[in-house]
């Protein structure tokens, strides 16, 4: 496993989570990253329910994770990590520049133009499930998704992935799809719904949200 206390590759995440949070939390991508690199990494878990201490700002102004430092670069930004990391590697972002500029603009499209939608649909179902002016908010904002899905879907088209080949885009996108996993709306999308699992399928994918869930501190809870 990459996860190792002496490398020198350091990126944050949180100690715990709620039920609702494991497998979301976007050190994910860093982690999926330096997984498909094969790349040591550790971590510097901090706490989600308390808020982060004062320096950790100096790091990450908004006080989120993750956060990446190298020894060369302190980061903050999983688009811009993903991207440094690109620049390092071309099995994140292909050395063809036609392909990098593919990969480089997907990326954008997924941090820019679904995840904000994506995120939105969350925020009603999950922090604010339950009160009635999401009620009322949600229809309009799932019809806002599903243009960028069904957008998404027909870009994406007979391809595997986003710019031809794997990239750090599609760490992005797939994680991005993955926060509406508590709702049924992916499943209007095949060709989506067959990227996201091919996505999920890598062996790094898959060590990285074993990282992730095994460094919570406490058992899921249900109901959470
Ligand atoms: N745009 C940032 C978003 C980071 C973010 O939303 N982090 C969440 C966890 S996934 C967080 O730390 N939330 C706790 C908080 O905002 O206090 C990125 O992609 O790195």
Known sequence: ??????????????????AFARGQVRDLRIRWALEELGRDYRTELLDVYHPRPDA???WQPFAQ??????????????????????????????????????????????????????????????????????AEA????????????????????????????????????????RIIDHAPILEAYPTLTAYKARGEDRPAFRRALAEQLESYASPAQSGE
């Not at 496993?1 to 709620?18: F, H, K, N, Q």
């Not at 993903?82 to 292909?94: K, T």
């Not at 949600?138 to 992935?161: C, H, N, V």
Request: proline letters at 5%; glycine letters at 6%; a negative charge.
């Open 56 to 58: 950790y700002r100096e």
């Open 1 to 18: 496993m990459p996860c190792s206390e002496s490398a020198s590759t350091l990126i944050t995440a949180y100690a715990d989570v709620p």
């Open 65 to 134: 994770v993750p956060a990446f430092d190298d020894g060369a670069q302190r980061l903050f930004e999983s688009g811009a990590i993903l991207l440094y990391l690109g620049e390092q590697d071309e099995r994140l972002l292909p050395a063809d520049p036609a392909t990098r500029w593919q990969a480089i603009t997907w990326l954008f499209a997924a941090l820019n133009s679904v995840e904000p939608f994506v995120a939105q649909i969350g925020a009603l179902d999950i922090f604010h499930a339950g009160k009635s002016w999401a």
């Open 138 to 177: 949600r229809p309009s904002a799932l019809k806002l998704l599903e243009s960028r899905l069904a957008a998404t879907q027909d870009a994406l088209g007979e391809r595997d992935w986003l710019a031809g080949t794997f990239s750090v885009a599609d760490i992005v996108m797939v994680t991005v799809l």
